[in-house]
């Protein structure tokens, strides 16, 4: 292969690189329009995860917790400085919580996703740089000359 064809395969192949670049840029300014979006919405995002669990209802006269079986009720858990906690759940803030808790889910992943393509691109981009000092040579050395000390 000559040096002519070598530069015109390395062009050819960061043009696509660069093209490459152009498309993960795209993805990530739709992503980040998203993530505005969500901002926008002003809605909480609530960190932590439900579940839910029998307990007793506290009440003294209670024949079904007489009797062994308890009530189902919903909890928030969240772990704060390394220490879970759990708050119970009221059955007419369950929907609310379990949407902020979703959005919560839905920004995370969109963060990661927009940190992925940050990396692609910084990947990318490095691989143009390492293809452009590739193709430039150096002059070869006259003969005899050792160079300088």
């Not at 093209?19 to 002003?42: C, F, P, Q, T, W």
């Not at 119970?88 to 927009?114: F, H, P, S, T």
């Amino acid at each position: 292969m000559s040096p002519k064809e070598k530069t015109t395969d390395i062009k050819t192949e960061i043009a696509l690189l660069v093209g490459r670049v152009h498309e993960l840029e795209a993805e990530r300014i739709e992503l980040i329009d998203k993530l505005e979006s969500m901002v926008r919405e002003n809605r909480p995002l609530i960190r932590g995860s439900l579940f839910e669990k029998a307990e007793k209802c506290r009440k003294k006269k209670c024949q079904q917790c007489k009797s062994g079986k308890y009530h189902p009720a919903t909890f928030l858990s969240v772990s704060i400085g390394g220490k879970v906690k759990h708050r119970r759940v009221k059955v007419a803030e369950r929907e609310e919580i379990e949407q902020g808790v979703g959005r919560y889910k839905d920004w995370l992943a969109k963060q990661k996703k927009l940190v992925e393509l940050c990396s692609q691109q910084a990947e990318i981009v490095t691989t143009i740089r390492d293809g452009l000092l590739a193709s430039i040579t150096p002059p070869p050395q006259k003969p005899g000359c050792k160079g300088k000390k």
